[in-house]
């Protein structure tokens, strides 16, 4: 398979200091491999992120800002994103974060794995992160319960950089619906189940871009010793839907038995 079209989708709240860069980061990298490239960045209603206008006044071709009229969180706001991606007629959509914790330059190595290995999907897999210790016991609290159920170790399990094939993308999207907190702790278990052909490349990890130095996640600023009760909800949210969409008996998501990925 050559890709000749790729879609670059990303959620963005409040990235107005990174965003920029970033964008000019990836369009440098990607925009020479193929010949068409969009970027669609999902951002919240222009009165209350100065994300979207800086995203339109950026001057690249092919990037346009889809507006989300409420704050609706990391997880549907991505899942909006893939759905923009899906609609683009890419033959590869590309979801990343638009805090700007990966490097341009990584992303040549991660599409040269998708097409050279015809993988369905493509997780560029962390290294050197820095986070807090309770986030990395809660990524490896998560490790733990999901192995068992997913039948092989995923690496990064809720790593925000991705490559889809489209008919794979669609039935994940399909199978999840429009509003769950995790869906890359969900695409991956089903990645794993459905046996999609799931290839791993190490990208570099960074600290944000521009001036916020924490995520939403956080409700607080600075680094908290203890995890900020924002994300104590957020992870109890969240474990009660994997368990739901993903791992009970008859779950959603454990329907998704290949077929219609195009496996
Ligand atoms: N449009 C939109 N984007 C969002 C929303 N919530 C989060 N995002 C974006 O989703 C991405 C990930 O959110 P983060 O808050 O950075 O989550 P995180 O990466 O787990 O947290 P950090 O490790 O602190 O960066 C960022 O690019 C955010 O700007 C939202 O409600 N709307
Ligand atoms: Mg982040």
Sequence with gaps: MTITHVAVVMPAYNEADGIAGFLAEIHAHVAPLVERLDIVVVA????????????????????IVQTQLANRGHGPTALAAYRAGLQTGADAIVHVDGDGQFDGADFPRVLRAFETT?????????????????????????RLLVSPFAGRAIPDINTPLRVYRPEALRALVEALGPDALV?????????????????????????????ETTGTMWGTQGEPKLPPPRLRRFARDALGEVWRLSLRPGAPMRLLDGTGTGR
Excluded: C, K
């Design 44 to 63: 919240d209603d222009r009165s209350t992120d100065a994300t979207a206008s800086v995203v339109d006044a950026v001057g690249l071709p092919n990037v």
């Design 118 to 142: 015809g993988a369905d999907v493509v997780h560029g897999v962390r290294r050197g992160r820095e986070d807090p210790w309770y986030r990395r016991a809660l990524s490896a609290s998560l």
């Design 183 to 211: 869906p890359h702790v969900h695409f991956s278990l089903a990645e794993a189940r459905a046996g999609l052909r799931v290839r791993y490349v190490a990208v570099r990890s960074l600290p944000r871009r521009g001036a």
